[in-house]
């Protein structure tokens, strides 16, 4: 958790995410839309995820 709470401080924007998610997509692209430019970890292409599929 202390990950997560380092990785959110450091940008205003944060989605944590998993690449062949479509729900996942529609939120990256909603957020983009509203002219944000999130900071996207991939959860799933991160080498030391706890799930890594």
Do not use: Q
Not at 26 to 49: C, D, Q, R, W
């Amino acid at each position: 958790m202390d990950t997560v709470m380092s990785l959110g401080a450091e940008k205003l924007v944060v989605i944590f995410s998993k690449s062949n998610c479509c729900i996942c997509h529609s939120i990256k692209t909603l957020m983009s839309s509203f002219g944000a430019n999130p900071t996207v970890y991939e959860l799933n292409e991160l080498p030391n995820s706890w799930r890594n599929n």
